[in-house]
């Protein structure tokens, strides 16, 4: 497994500046750290991060922390920066603040970032770095450059620093602008660049959905877009330097992973023709589904285009929540122009429903004579005989007109005179005409019953007896006796638009549809269970219970194995439980991985075994983390370089300087501070030190080469020959050597045996 190095440094708390506090900037870097930490990001890498950000330390500690991690045994490393830059009077004179900066310092107290990478070039010649800068510019000297040069040129001064000092094998990405801070919005977690990074890297990039791997051109292109979507073609561009037409160019190796990346299925098989679709499909929805009210016409083009994508489902139930506000023409119109429409049962069954709505409405209408609602007539129980007078397609005798004018006439006459014998001539004509009576009334109730064998057919065992019509060579009679003893022909029975089959088909479908949409909701599930109709949903919502509970068994399993949890991700289908296990795989991620501190020792928070403390003699740096890996309870380590001797921690302390050790932290646990004790020189005669540090240079007397040391932070340690008169300072020490004529010192806060 390959080893990826995280540098985060910075700051979101000024000392010496408070008016640049930026929480921005702390929720930042942390979000970072955690992402370049997640293996399902960084391609399964082994990661160690090392977070400088908000610590107070100045420029060339800052350095040479940054230089020692650098030189560890990893093929890649990122070094991200989020904070504020400054720009000097000088060209390319570009420096960016730390916690205790100051403006009125800036050459001791600002970091010079041009030097910083120039240097790592030298000193990680064989490895690949990758600098990320999160900062704008302003400062000293903005307002003076801006009296002869647009902001645009200032840029244009920095990026040309940044493109001077980077060579191969380095890559600069940077944010350099003056807008970035400013154009964060309220409610913006992270700035402005950060942001659309760890989106970017979070949610993959949807137009290269058929590349499993991004490379940060990649990811440079992805950022551009996001920010120039959000805030219009004005948006601040980021600049990515070492960029080259050559294949070999490290900014175009694959160095994340694309969690956009959908494999392309074969397509008799898989729901993907091409890998370009499921890109063309989410830009497509993306820029239909903008609005709350998206008009059918282009959700049945997004459903005849992508009828099996993934936001089909959401696509169908919109369009039939659109389908359930037209009206009756306006549905019919949209059946004509789309005949092979994905919703057309719903447009059928809603046409119906707005007829048979219009029927009832005429129906009454028609047979609703002016006035009859205020007459006694109306009042009066319906004799059989008045609906019997005449048959089924007779004309009418000749006395009818006059039974109606007396209809009319009886109206105006006082009720005494109307209330006959109920087999009178005058109480029939006080009711409905038959002729107008009857028709309308099946009319209406022939549209009723087909409404509801549709909607209810698959319930109800059978429709409703229909009306009886009465016989075509029925004779009027004035007897009702005589009407019961007729021959009565019954009206056929309406044919159902569909059958009972076709109605059980509609049921299936309408609820398989609903699970569609419902996804993997236990509770629907388990309700479809209980309540489901059809035997075909509730087969599926089964399935699906099972999905998850195997589901849920494989992740229960795999519960603190890296491996089996990746497996869990890859193989998932309801994938319940990714975010518990994403957030478990950095975790352990981040136990696995340690913070190396050097030059600092912890006194304390020892394991204990069988009364002593849990050392390791005659191993090596890299042993001696490895054990402390292979337990839970160890947090920390601390390695003595000169003995060779490995101490390991289950509780995190106040870190001691001491320049012959180094301790490294599990990567999920604080950073502590350090001890408030005073540092000292201890000296060791006919010692030479070996390590890290500065060319040789003359001094007289070695109390001159520990003054020159003892001014310098960066100096934890020097050696004086005494022949040669030449003062050795050391930034990290790896060993002593004895019996030499030179008398050294190291700088630490323990008494001096």
């Known amino acids: 497994m390959s080893k990826l190095g995280v ?104 970091l010079d970032i041009v030097g910083l990478i120039r240097d790592l070039q030298v ?122 037409d050559d294949p070999g160019d490290l900014t175009r190796l694959a160095f994340f992973v694309n969690r956009a990346y959908v494999a392309q299925a074969s397509v008799g098989g898989g729901w993907l023709s091409s890998p370009d679709q499921k890109a063309s499909e989410h830009l497509y929805w993306k820029s239909i589904s903008n609005s709350d009210d998206c008009p059918a016409v282009l959700l049945e083009d997004f459903l005849a285009k992508f009828p099996d994508g993934t936001f089909a489902p959401l696509a169908r139930l919109l369009l039939e929540r659109q389908i359930d506000r037209m009206s009756a023409p306006a549905l019919e119109q949209h059946l004509r122009d789309y005949q092979a429409s994905v919703a057309r049962g719903r447009i059928v069954t ?55 004018k007396t209809a009319d006439d009886s109206a105006k006459q006082p009720p005494a005179q109307v209330q006959e014998d109920p087999g009178s001539d005058g109480a029939r004509r006080g009711r409905w005409p038959g002729r107008m009576l009857v028709p309308s009334a099946i009319a209406f109730s022939g549209a009723l019953l087909a409404a509801a064998w549709i909607v209810f057919g698959n319930r109800t065992p059978q429709p409703p007896d229909p009306p009886i019509l009465p016989a075509a060579n029925a004779l009027p009679s004035k007897q009702p006796t005589q009407v019961a003893s007729q021959p009565a022909t019954p009206l056929p029975q309406p044919e159902a638009p569909t059958s009972q089959r076709d109605s059980a088909e509609l049921t299936s479908q309408i609820e398989l549809t609903q699970l569609t949409l419902g996804g993997y909701d236990e509770a629907l ?93 005659d191993t090596s740096q890299g042993e001696c983390e490895a054990r402390c890996r292979a337990r839970r309870d160890c947090v920390a380590v601390s390695f003595d370089r000169w003995n060779n001797s490995c101490y390991l921690k289950d509780t995190v302390i106040p870190l001691t300087l001491d320049p012959h050790s180094v301790t490294m932290i599990r990567a999920d646990q604080q950073t502590p501070g350090s001890v408030p004790a005073t540092e000292r020189f201890c000296a060791y005669n006919n010692s030479l030190l070996t390590g890290e540090g500065q060319p040789a240079f003359s001094v007289p007397s070695p109390r001159a080469c520990e003054i020159s040391c003892g001014s310098d932070r960066a100096c934890v340690a020097y050696s004086f020959m005494k022949v040669a008169k030449l003062c050795l300072k050391f930034s990290t020490t790896s060993n002593r050597e004895k019996g030499v004529d030179a008398v050294s010192a190291v700088k630490t806060q323990r008494s001096c045996n």
């Open 525 to 617: 599930l388990t309700h479809c269970i209980r309540s489901c109709r059809s035997d075909a949903a509730k087969a599926e919502a089964e399935r699906r219970i099972s999905v998850i509970g195997r589901e849920k068994t494989s992740y229960q399993a795999a519960r603190g194995d890296p491996a089996r949890l990746q497996a869990y991700l890859r193989t998932c289908v309801v994938c319940k439980f990714k975010t518990e296990t994403s957030s478990e795989l950095a975790q352990l991620a981040r136990r696995n991985s340690f913070m190396a501190i050097a030059n600092r020792d912890m006194d304390g928070g020892d394991i204990i075994e069988a009364g002593s403390l849990l050392m390791l003699r």
């Open 350 to 404: 809603r046409l119906m429903v707005l007829n048979c709505e219009d029927s009832k409405q005429s129906a009454i209408g028609r047979a609703t004579p002016p006035g009859f609602a205020e007459t006694p007539a109306a009042q009066a129980p319906p004799p059989i005989a008045a609906e019997t007078k005449q048959g089924s397609g007779a004309p009418p005798p000749e006395s009818e007109p006059s039974a109606v």
């Open 123 to 244: 000193n990680a010649a064989q490895k690949r770095v990758y600098f990320v800068l999160d900062c704008c510019f302003s400062g000293t000297a903005v307002a003076e450059l801006q009296e002869t040069m647009d902001a645009g040129c200032t840029e244009a001064l920095i990026d040309r620093s940044l493109t001077e000092a980077t060579q191969s094998g380095t890559a600069v990405l940077s944010s350099s602008g003056s807008r970035g801070v400013a154009l964060a919005k309220k409610d913006d977690r992270l700035s402005l660049f950060t942001g659309a990074l760890v989106r970017c890297l979070k949610e993959g990039v949807y137009h290269k959905s058929h590349s499993p791997m991004l490379s940060w051109l990649d990811v440079k292109d992805e950022i551009v877009r996001m920010t120039r979507d959000r805030l219009g073609p004005d948006a601040p561009v980021p600049k990515l330097t070492n960029l080259s």
């Open 7 to 110: 540098v985060v440094f910075g700051a979101s708390t000024y000392e010496f500046h408070p008016e640049l506090f930026n929480e921005r900037f702390a929720n930042s870097a942390r979000e970072v750290a955690s992402i370049l930490a997640d293996p399902t990001i960084v391609a399964d890498r082994e990661v160690e991060v090392l977070n400088l950000f908000d610590q107070p330390l100045n420029p060339g500690e800052v350095e040479i922390r940054i230089h020692d991690f650098v030189a560890q045994d990893k093929h890649d490393y990122v070094v991200y920066y989020c904070g504020h830059g400054d720009v000097g009077r000088r060209e390319g004179d570009y420096r960016i603040f730390l916690r205790s900066s100051r403006r009125d310092r800036r050459n001791g107290s600002l």
